[in-house]
């Protein structure tokens, strides 16, 4: 059973940072590519980065690099992603994903899935 356990979110200003992140299994860990993805209120899931097991990263699009982060710390089998300068539109939940094979940023190809943590940026 993988279980990918988030934290870190919350109630931020715009213009303020949060540092969420999503613990798992040592296996899961070192195996599998690790996504972040985020659902805003009635919006489709939106792809936001990932990191394979090599530490390469990759960022959907314009709107978070720069400002998004991830990045993996193989001694507590843990992957963040560090949000900077946030913006009202950057309200959703966020979800971790673990996924064996597949294009990083389709959401239908992810194995494992977190429960989801909200995050907030008021203006």
């Known amino acids: 059973q993988v279980q990918l356990v988030e934290s870190g979110g919350g109630l931020v200003q715009a213009g303020g940072s949060l540092r969420l992140s999503c613990a798992t299994s040592?296996?899961?860990?070192?195996?599998?590519?690790m996504g972040w993805f985020r659902q805003a209120p009635g919006k489709e899931r939106e792809y936001v980065a990932a990191i394979n097991w090599t530490n390469n990263p990759e960022y959907s699009t314009d709107s978070v690099k720069g400002r998004f982060t991830i990045s993996r710390d193989s001694a507590k089998n843990t992957v963040y992603l560090q949000m900077n300068t946030l913006t009202p539109e950057d309200t959703a939940v966020y979800y971790c994903?673990?996924?064996?094979?597949?294009?990083?940023?389709?959401?239908?190809?992810?194995?494992?899935w977190g429960q989801g943590t909200q995050v907030t940026v008021s203006s």
């Open positions: 040592e296996r899961t860990f070192n195996t599998y590519t």
């Open positions: 994903a673990a996924q064996n094979v597949g294009t990083w940023s389709r959401g239908a190809e992810y194995d494992h």
